[in-house]
């Protein structure tokens, strides 16, 4: 469970290239929960439970972020 709370989907709110990975606004994608809190900061992606349920009814497939 701890591996868990090391993690954090958020929504992509602009195009964007993020560790060699190509992502598009809407996407729903779980980052390292550091990685997750400087892209909220920098206002690329929104991890409220309203914008996941957002990217839910595009039907938005949950990707989990490894990196490049």
Avoid at 8 to 27: C, F, H, K, P, W
């Amino acid at each position: 469970m701890a591996a868990k709370k090391d993690r954090t989907q958020v929504r992509v709110l602009a195009d964007a290239l993020i560790d060699g990975v190509s992502y598009r606004s809407n996407q729903r994608v779980t980052f390292p929960a550091d990685l997750a809190q400087q892209l909220k900061d920098a206002g690329l992606v929104d991890d409220h439970k309203d914008a996941l349920a957002y990217c839910a009814t595009l039907g938005a497939a949950a990707i989990d972020h490894t990196g490049a």
